[in-house]
């Protein structure tokens, strides 16, 4: 870009009073989509937040963007027209566990496969909060919330092998306790030409506190959290003792001593085949485990606005700009004499 | 035209003729019908088109529900319709007959397949004996011709196959009618010259099937007369025939030049709206985005994020498909956007009758959303008039920022009329001006945007696209504040935003044609019509004063808000008589609004109005 | 009750009071209200409650947004509704003040927790100097109780750290508006130790700041009175309090054994219906099934498929919710199964003002499904009558084997009446038989199933569930033939279809109550309602009796069909008028189908009618 | 089951005409059912067809059992509704792949992850059928149709990996020139117990005639097709002699000769893993390439209606049955009296 805008944070917080709970996850990501706007040099009007309904889509309210805050579940949808209706805009989509992955599960994966280049961030709390504590598609097994007094059973989505599964071009995952790798992760979805999925592990203090404690408290981290990088063996722990090994049964966790470097997978996020991309989502099935963090997959597709604006172009060249009073006489007419 | 010697028939004078081809589905009876009207079309005629297809994409051949049908109407006076009851029918099978000799005229002409009349399809068709041998058909004037065989024979110098012959009959058949109402037959071959080039067998068999039953009229001795048709007299001019789907495509077209926006077109599948999908996703070289979304709802929201993007966006649909949408034309009507919703309507309730038309999704876009969530309805007419409907449902979107419903039903989408083609540089300019400059001040003298100051004129809030440096702002489905846009839980504010959403709404009323009264404005009674039932209100009216019975008519074409002068004109009819494609919903919204009793003329079984029926009604009414 | 030597205070009678608590939603204001709710209700008061509740889940503390509300009202006489203006408010902090103030009537009570009032709450409140202080409070009783402070004094003494002192603060003031009142005070402390059973120290510090509050009402110099309301007149037996939600998830869950079948209920959250998802999900012993679907359609959509399975089966949703359901709502028409489908409507539109009542969806409620889908509708009138009301939902959806649509609203689901227990034997069979047997002969003699073959008195289909041998069969949403339920496409059966699912909604007219007129029936004016404005209503009529004001009133509970004697009693009157939460879309159904100039007395602010703005309403008509 | 009904084939023909186009893959399907449901022993009361809109989903109308032809899309969400409220019904539900995977998505994802007891067959014939021939979430890109004259832009889903990302139990596919093959897999949807996906390769020969060919012409089979049986090695080729070996890319065929029979992966259907069938999933990605077809997964978990019931019982026996009056008493009572 030509004539880059400076700007720091506080040109993109807007002048609304930020109206979720003290202490929710929500503020820390609100705070690092805010620090990386000025660094990725973009400009305000050319940024576009759109959410559907819940707290989480309370978000583009805090922008000093374009924002709108649609109906609940539809935001992927509204975003593919508005990113088809101008190349210039950076659209973002916002949205919480029900919202994309409940009610909006459809235009989730359609807006995967189609690779429309809308950046989604996914705030997943586990629950619902906006409508006061129902277990959401992701909630574990046995949840006990109001609306499962017995506890849920409905297994939950992996957001992550869900969007591979549905075609995904990039997919990633961050936590709201950690700035500055959501920067990084939030910048990589950015960078990536086509549509993006970024999971957050978000806390609602208020409803589902600690949900994810085991793997975002500090503490827990290294032992818990494996961060992914590209070209690099996959390798966490307080010294790196432990590694990922990926053979034909899928994915384990092993201690590196015990079965040497060489068998440590190294991570292709650009692998055409997203299978060990997915295998590395089933490493974790509950918050409990050992998780994968950071962009499991970034591979090339062709983008979808771009492609159908060419159609345009190469339709043009090939048929002329449009002609109405041409298309009005295309089924053959007759004249009537005056 | 051919070699063999000629009886000369008597030439007998027709004003109008309505004729109804009909066979199986693969009998390529829309094609046949297709040229017929054409080649009318070419001499002058005015004239009017109905086909029917099978719901079924492939119907089992031979059975009553293959039978696929296409009604046209020819004259040398102006019509409306695709007339009422055929005044000769083409029967290409038994099931073809069975389905439609009950809608034929007493004495009408009939001309029969005979080959196709054997056992077996006499029996899919359901006839326990022969139609053609056990007196049903008495009172009508029969020809029977064995068609197939006569096209193979025809065929056979060419060296086409027996069964590839017989894929010619329709041709056949074709020159037989072209025949008998003097059609001329050069544009028929050129067309076949052109349609199937590089085919050069199949030219060769479509042309000698084409001009052997031409010839067989000509020759045979069965035909008592031939028929001509004098040329209409219609207002002088360069004319097409058209549909109303591609109609209303085009018109989406057409606004694209007249409002200078990117078009954009949010869709998903269904009949009988698909083919406006089809028709716009060819026009790429307009600059049109087409978009097949998942589901409707997926359509109508990526329609309206291009709308607030700043495209002149539209959503396509049919009934089951508008149920979806009704939570985003929600939001929409919140947010203040142009959109576009077009319904072609069909037979309902639920799945219904998807090939069918009826005109019953009237209170669905009236009320079909949750809280008062008022829009501007539009309705077109005829085929043409979705050409100019379209425009005028996206002139009001623009200017006043608002989803316009646009309401076509089965019966215009697919019928056809010949259209005097607009002067395109006359047709009106609906471009608006887009928001650029900050439109207030803060308290400290600073300029900021208020996306919800609204003109006073129009009460429409400024359109701000993203991209517009320097009018950043959020929008969304909450209560705003009036005129910051900020979420407001207040009570006076929220009813002070009903209000205005009203006020908006009712306020075009200002900005749209009077209704005109035609016929005898000084009659006791008004027909009232909206939608398709134009043509055969029009026709009823004429017929109804040729037999001496005064009566007014005004056909509505914006259903909200209604024209300002609608309760005045309704006010001096003691009888008002509002014939529908459902059970009675224009009249429950004009009883509502203006206290009036009127009274509805219901039809609901998914065959749209014959004049004839309304002019019984008016009869009724009249005590006539 | 305490040791410290107490001055006799002069004790005034009241025949009403009407008290608003109002603090940060971290207050407890809902819990304080609701306790001295129902010790008043142990008084044997008539009562009335409604809560309001900020939109957001945690607004910030201080702010205006944040402030929750719980009004309630007491009386010695039978009362509608939760009053029109507070004649007492408890104002926790500055917000609380600023934003509730201006409902207070003039020279009312105001009680104000001092300690509250600091520099940075005023500012958060928006206040510019302290009302305390500079002239706002003038003209009304002001009592400024520091009683943050005087809560941490009284449970100093049991090792209560400050800060956790504080949070008891709310059962100080419950304590004083207590003794202001007279209300015992044992009801309140058993319920504390109920409550917080196991957490010793939380009870110990809220029983201090309760008792702490009564005495400081009693010791204290600046009261100058306090204030018995004697019991009312109420009807003897057995009472609850509660409110519609309770009473209509309650009613749901009388229905499965009144009708012997299984529950279900297919549902997705959303405000203000999830509550009625909350309680049936606890009630599993009573064999209900409860749903949560991926999303309203799918919601609806379960539902339908366990009705069809013979499950009696509901959806619960709101106005967005609704809107989603339509399609799926068209086809339980198509399909004729029971199923209740309830609406706790919320302001709109789109999104609009969810946690804010509007009763703005019965015209999508009628209308919004494609085509001529006609169905049921009935209303609630009160908290307590949503639990007759899903009886009568349900008693039709399952005799007449269609979907009905059950109006609430977002007032009723939260505010709260005393409700006269009903015998539970006492409650109606709505069981229905379903099919077993063959009810039709094919042309050989053999039995068939004719799955659309009618009862001729109700015109409802067979209900005919698989698992059933011998009755196997197809439905879907095309059209069916009459009787077979075969696809047909044959128009004379369409209209017939369509006139028959008409005639089965319209004739439950039958089999419904007459609408009855209240008040003086020889008035000039009636006022028709529906819905939650009934308490309004009363109220204001019986307000408007006191005046020498003649006025008639009724009430419908069944919208569609209207209830057979309507027409005829409206015709009775020179003017009506129809309060509604909405811009008349009642109004508008009595306007069309009895052509009667009903007038529309809208209020769409999200706030429910006050008794007085009915009254001045009634006042303006009669001129008086 | 004790009183196992004789049924044939006949018994389970409704005496309504069967309408899809001559040729039309359906009627192999269709008979494969009829033809199995006999075998399978079950009784025709208790046996329900739920289907959506599209040429596929007029299957329940042929099929002597009950049957509901719902709405677009929504047959997955009906059916759970029905299977949850009678416990003793076979519920099957049919649809294309527009009703399924397009409208139909969200409700498909979510009845996959809960595992409830539908038996889902997928027709996938790459098109839409019954509104005459546009493009459908499972076409080719490039697909030149009436919808998308300029050839479409939108990458398919492959409806295998798609379940497979959505956390489902049961996961195979087969196609409509195969009725052997057919009713072995419909035979083992109806055994598992919960919900199963069967994708069905179905040949539109009016819109889309021939897509499936080069599979599933009898001549191309063996090379093309590659059939998946728990335990074995997975090998196809007229005389085996490929195989496809797995490794820490994902998924290739081979040689057998060249890599060796211990090279070939032996298939686990039963694998806790999906990643493994995920790998499968992606190892043909047009209808041009070897394409695996059978059991891709059949996993053990609770079943949705089972463990819902489960609940009720459990209160039931806890909480004691339900007292509608001490109900209304629950939130406490006062009395007036007389
Ligand atoms: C059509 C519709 N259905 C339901 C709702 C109610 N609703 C609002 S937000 C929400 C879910 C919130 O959960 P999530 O998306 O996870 O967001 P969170 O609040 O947890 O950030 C629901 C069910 C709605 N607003 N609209
Ligand atoms: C709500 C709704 N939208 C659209 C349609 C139109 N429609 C009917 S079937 C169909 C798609 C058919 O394709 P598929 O599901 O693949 O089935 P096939 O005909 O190919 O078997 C569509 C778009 C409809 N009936 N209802
Ligand atoms: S309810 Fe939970 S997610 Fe919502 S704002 Fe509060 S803490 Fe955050
Ligand atoms: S259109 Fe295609 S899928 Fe539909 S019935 Fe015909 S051949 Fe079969
Ligand atoms: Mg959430
Ligand atoms: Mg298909």
């Known amino acids: 870009m030509t004539d880059v805008q400076t700007t720091t944070r506080k040109d993109w917080m807007s002048d609304q009073e930020v109206r979720w709970c003290p202490g929710c996850g929500d503020y820390s990501i609100l705070a690092a989509v805010q620090f990386l706007l000025p660094e990725l040099g973009v400009k305000r009007e050319n940024t576009v937040f759109v959410s559907g309904i819940g707290c989480a889509a309370r978000f583009p309210y805090y922008m000093n963007t374009y924002g709108m805050h649609s109906i609940h579940g539809r935001a992927p949808a509204i975003a593919t027209g508005l990113a088809l209706s101008n190349p210039d805009l950076d659209v973002w989509v916002i949205g919480g566990d029900g919202d994309m992955l409940s009610i909006g599960g459809n235009h989730l994966i359609h807006a995967m496969r189609r ?86 592990f978000q806390n609602c203090n208020v409803f589902n506190d600690g949900a994810w404690g085991d793997l975002t408290k500090k503490a827990n981290r290294a032992n818990m959290l494996i961060e992914l990088k590209h070209g690099e063996p996959i390798r966490f722990g307080a010294n790196d003792e432990f590694g990922v090994v990926i053979d034909c049964d899928g994915a384990r966790v092993a201690e590196v001593a015990e079965v040497g470097l060489d068998a440590i997978a190294v991570h292709d996020e650009k692998a055409e085949d997203p299978s060990v991309a997915f295998m590395l989502s089933r490493l974790a099935l509950t918050p409990h485990q050992p998780t994968p963090i950071g962009v499991f997959r970034a591979a090339d597709r062709p983008e979808y606005s771009q492609a159908t604006n060419q159609q345009l172009l190469d339709a043009q060249a090939k048929l002329g700009g449009g002609d109405l009073a041409a298309l009005l006489r295309s089924g053959g007419t007759w004249t009537v004499e005056g | 035209m051919t070699q063999t010697e000629t009886r000369q028939h008597p030439v007998e004078e027709l004003d109008e003729v309505v004729i109804r081809f009909a066979g199986d589905s693969g009998d390529g009876m ?52 695709p007339g009422d009851a055929p005044d000769v029918l083409v029967a290409m099978n038994p099931a073809a007959l069975k389905s439609q000799l009950p809608r034929v005229v007493q004495g009408g002409i009939i001309i029969i397949n005979t080959d196709a009349f054997n056992d077996r399809n006499l029996e899919k068709a359901g006839y326990e004996s022969n139609p053609l041998e056990d007196g049903t058909l008495e009172g009508y004037r029969v020809y029977p011709v064995p068609m197939t065989d006569l096209t193979r024979r025809s065929t056979e110098h060419l060296g086409v196959k027996p069964r590839d012959a017989e894929r010619s009959k329709n041709f056949f058949a074709l020159g037989v009618v072209s025949w008998m109402f003097t059609r001329p037959v050069e544009p028929t071959i050129d067309w076949i010259h052109q349609k199937f080039a590089g085919k050069e067998l199949v030219i060769a068999a479509n042309e000698a099937a084409f001009k052997a039953g031409y010839n067989y009229g000509e020759t045979a001795e069965i035909f008592e007369a031939h028929y001509e048709i004098k040329s209409a007299h219609m207002p002088p001019g360069e004319y097409t ?361 219901s039809k609901m079984n998914g065959v749209p109005f014959t004049s004839g029926e309304i002019l019984a009604a008016i009869a009724e009414q009249l005590g006539a």
């Open chain 1, 115 to 200: 690779n429309v280049r809308v950046k989604i961030l996914l705030f997943n709390n586990m629950i619902y909060g906006l409508t006061k504590g129902q277990y959401s598609p992701t909630s574990e097994v046995g949840k006990v919330t109001k609306s499962s007094p017995f506890g849920s059973l409905d297994r939950p989505f992996d957001p992550v092998s869900l969007a591979l599964g549905a075609e995904a071009g990039f997919v990633a995952r961050t936590h709201d306790m950690d700035r500055k790798h959501m920067m990084a992760t939030f910048r990589r979805a950015w960078e990536h030409d086509g549509s993006a999925l970024v999971e957050i």
């Open chain 2, 30 to 81: 829309q094609l046949t019908g297709d040229r017929f009207t054409s080649a009318s079309a070419v001499m002058g005629n005015d004239l009017s088109t109905l086909p029917e297809f099978p719901a079924e994409i492939r119907a089992p051949a031979g059975t009553i529900a293959g039978v696929s049908v296409f009604q046209v109407r020819i004259s040398d006076f102006d019509i409306s319709t």
């Open chain 2, 241 to 601: 025939n058209v549909n109303g789907n591609t109609a209303l495509s085009w018109g989406i077209v057409a606004t694209g030049g007249l409002a200078k926006l990117p078009v954009f077109l949010g869709s998903y599948p269904i009949t009988p709206a698909s083919d406006i999908l089809h028709e716009l996703s060819r026009r790429k070289n307009f600059g049109i985005r087409t978009f097949q979304a998942e589901d409707e709802i997926a359509a109508c929201g990526a329609a309206l994020g291009a709308a607030y993007g700043g495209n002149l966006a539209y959503t396509t649909t049919s009934g089951p498909g508008l149920a979806l949408k009704t939570e985003t034309i929600g939001l929409a009507v919140s947010l203040e956007v142009p959109l576009v919703i077009v319904d072609v309507q069909r037979g309902g309730p639920s799945t219904g009758l998807p090939t069918k038309p009826e005109a019953a999704d009237l209170l669905m876009a009236m009320y079909g959303r949750n809280s008062e969530s008022p829009i501007p309805i539009v309705a077109a007419k005829s085929p043409s008039d979705c050409f100019f409907a379209a425009i005028e449902a996206a002139r009001i979107a623009l200017k006043y920022r608002t989803p316009v419903m646009l309401l076509s039903d089965g019966f215009l989408a697919n019928s056809s009329e010949p259209w005097l083609l607009p002067d395109v540089d006359s047709l009106p300019d609906i471009s608006v001006e887009k928001a650029t400059q900050p439109n207030g001040m803060d308290e400290d003298g600073n300029p900021v945007f208020l996306p919800y100051l609204r003109d006073p004129e129009t009460l429409a809030r400024p359109w701000a696209v993203p991209g517009t440096p320097g009018l950043e702002h959020r929008v969304g489905g909450l209560e705003k504040e009036d005129p910051t846009g900020n979420v407001s839980y207040d009570p006076a504010n929220h009813a002070h935003m009903i209000e205005l959403r009203a006020a908006k709404v009712a306020g075009i009323a200002k900005d749209i044609p009077e209704v005109e009264v035609h016929g005898n404005p000084d009659a006791d009674l008004l027909v009232l019509g909206w939608g398709s039932t134009w043509g055969a209100i029009d026709a009823a009216a004429h017929r109804a004063a040729d037999r001496g019975m005064d009566v007014a008519y005004a056909h509505l074409t914006h259903l909200n808000p209604f024209p300002s002068n609608l309760g005045e004109v309704l006010s001096r009819y003691d009888r008002i008589l509002v014939p529908e494609m459902n059970c009675g919903q224009l009249s429950r919204l004009v009883r509502a609004e203006y206290l009036v009793d009127a009274q509805s003329l």
